[in-house]
């Protein structure tokens, strides 16, 4: 079912345990870095690194909340940032820390406080939250004085998705509460005082598929990179 309003969409019924605090969701694919991916794939967290980074000291630090097992930290790690990872899978996190990264595993939702970062990356989590309210409200806490985050999601309305319908790898119902569209996530952070400041469009990994490389191009990929901040009552300028 979806919104009418916002365009995003839940799955109906909602998943009964994602188990994602017990399953290495990563170990699937047999990567450790961006040179065993796809070009496709590569490409795309290459990009999302770029707009994390675009408005970043070279020595930020950045948080990645289920950084899985550390494909865009190693990249972060390489270009200089101060880049530290948390993840709710014990394997992934383990796998991540044998590759030399700093990660913790642990459920970044647990009490605590997660400390303060210049930005904040999220790849693939939202749609795994039953409720991503206060997941962003802590992300919000999380964050500096015009800090930025980066989500990356899946868009339900491209034009991949569109045309395969039930066969679209990206639904996972057994896994996502949500299902997002730039519009709709932008609705979604609004409501709780981001600013979004920029959004790409890119695709998931289809092999050679001239679709998922004519979705982006014509405003409709099945995958987005949404860049927001968020200004909170005493927080000083930088």
């Known amino acids: 079912m979806h919104c009418r309003r916002c365009g995003n969409a839940a799955t109906d019924p909602k998943p009964v345990n994602n188990q994602a605090d017990t399953a290495d969701f990563h170990s699937q694919f047999g990567y450790n870095t961006l040179d065993d991916v796809s070009p496709q794939w ?18 930020a630090a950045i948080l990645e909340i289920g950084c899985g097992r550390g494909l865009a ?5 390489r270009r200089g940032y101060a880049a530290r990872g948390i993840e709710i899978s014990p ?16 459920d970044f939702m647990a009490p605590g ?4 970062y210049d930005a904040v990356f999220l790849s693939h989590v939202l749609e795994h939250m039953p409720d991503i309210g206060p997941l962003l409200d802590k992300v919000a806490s999380a964050l500096k004085p015009a800090g930025v985050v980066v989500f990356a999601q899946t868009n339900w309305k491209g034009l991949v998705p569109r045309l395969q319908r039930e066969r679209w790898y990206g639904w996972t119902p057994d896994q996502h509460y949500w299902h997002f569209t730039p519009k709709g996530l932008g609705a979604v952070l609004a409501s709780r005082g981001w600013t979004v400041l920029r959004t790409e469009q890119s695709s998931l990994s289809h092999g050679n598929s001239p679709l998922s490389r004519l979705g982006p191009l014509v405003g409709m990929g099945d995958q987005f990179h949404l860049l927001a901040t968020i200004s909170r009552k005493g927080d000083a300028q930088s």
């Open 42 to 59: 590569r490409g795309a967290v290459l990009r999302q690194i770029d707009l994390l980074t675009s408005r970043l000291a070279p020595d």
């Open 91 to 106: 394997a992934a996190a383990q796998a991540a820390r044998s590759n030399g990264l700093d990660v913790q595993a642990a």
């Open 73 to 77: 930290l190693r990249e972060l790690k």
């Open 113 to 116: 406080n997660p400390g303060r």
